[in-house]
């Protein structure tokens, strides 16, 4: 189910694949909605295999044979009733309504583009009415060009047309937070047209793409739909030799390893370093397990021609220890979770080890010739981004601070004297419109310090934002060594005078510093503004989020109840006293 797909497998197999995903355990149940331009049954069904292979269980509503415009803007009770958590658009270049004729001028040109672009936006106006996540499929091209080469540049050319209609929904996806753009026009292009299209089973059974294609399609819209759902890996792990330079460093020394430009082969070493650069440079940490002399490891990164740096580098662990321990000890140091890990390495035997002993770091078998690298890297989609966030662009920075703050901690006779130390000053406010991209994206990522993992969509966050029922918190901590970002929420609806908390998150990479003591101190005190005097906390406990169990009884919160994996806890806060001891804090 990864890069490189086996299709005719795939298709021939698809329901004892099933049976055999299905037998699997702790899946996330998600409604998602297809709502077709062309047939999609087929779609659906190899979708579901994806999903559930990414531990996702899909509960379906499929429209009618191209009733995707009635459906959204029209009354429907069913998908009304059903209440999607996601929508998927399978739209394509057959649902263009009128392309431009030959004798049209440039007015009317425009206005069948407007026309087309207002009729999907107003597909994605009615839509919001579910407060849910949008995926819309752009164009494909037209695979006959009557015009042969001038439809790529005449006003008239259906594919001149196509070009400006994904530009138009490319500025639509900008704007529209919860509307992410499904890119069939690069996939076909990389398939190619040929493939991309059956014609026959178009006339037969109107289908706009081929069989062959269809996992394909439902493969990039699973990798959309996890990055949604903040499943997106955070940290590549890289081996060294013939990885990121050709031959052995031990062996051949700094001189002899190939990278750079000088031969063909040091040219692809050179490549993938650029790649992992790109990636490093939008906010996937990198990371180095080698077996390896850690000062032979380190010397590779002061080659001349390198791309990457040793301070490129998250954490750095080059020696004789097994490379899965190692990469266990790599997530523990970042502190994330180790399905947040991607581990690429040309030996086979490596890739079989990490893989058999720590299953969840993805490890994809991408052979021993580095030219196909980025390929398994790319194609799997695995740090695909849904937006470029400001905190996405800084994590880097953010865990290369916490390096700093960790390197301190012996020099201090307790704790206590270490956090005060730090300086720290949070931030401590309600939702506000700047902060509404990131606090969604939080909402979705978070597993580990997260009390009940419930996710949002921006239109919720918005909705909450916005409204006096809720006490809505963001947290940011800063102190001596930097900015961690924004990094703590907590919603609290209010309700017959109690707060019931539907969530508390915190990023890991702030655990052990107060700041939920600071956030839980400012939460009583709007608590109390409003004249709450209880404040009610639920704990639903899942296979990462157990590190929390305990937080409640922390906190002084009294036991409740207790049902199946879920808890309810109550503190009474008329003479609350303030916990926060370290951290100081700003409105």
Known sequence: MDYPLDVEYILRKKKSLKKQLLASNDRLQKKIAILGGSTTSEIKNILELFLLNSSIEPVFYESDYNKYFEDALFDNEQLDKFQPDIIYIHSSIVNILNFPKPNDGEDVVNKLLNDEVERYTSIWDALQKYDCAIIQNNFDYPIDRSLGNLDNYDIHGKTFFIMQLNLEFSKNARKITNLYINDINYLSSYIGLEKWVDRSLWYQAKYALSMAAIPELSFNISKIINSILGRAKKCLVLDLDNTCWGGVIGDDGLVGISIGNETAVAEAFETFQKYAKELKDRGVMLAVCSKNDFQNAAEGFQHPETILKFEDFTSFKANWDPKYQNIIDIAQEINIGIDSLVFIDDNPAERDIVSSQIPDVSVPDVGRDVIFFIDHIDKNGYFDPIILSTDDMKRNQYYEDNKKRSSVKSKYATYGDYLKSLEMVAEINSFNSLYLDRITQLTNKTNQFNLTTKRYTYSEIEKISSSNDYIKLYGKLTDKYGDNGLISITIGCLKNGQCFIELWLMSCRVLKRNMEYAML???????????????????????????????????????????????????????????????????
């Open 521 to 587: 101190d400012e939460l009583v005190i709007q608590c109390q503004q409003r004249n709450i005097t209880e404040i009610i906390g639920y704990y639903l406990e899942t296979e990462k989020n157990k590190m929390v169990a305990k937080l409640y009884e922390d906190f002084g919160f009294i036991f409740m109840e207790k049902n199946d994996s879920s808890s309810v806890w109550k503190l009474d806060i008329k003479n609350y006293k303030a916990k926060n001891k370290f951290i100081r804090t700003t409105g």
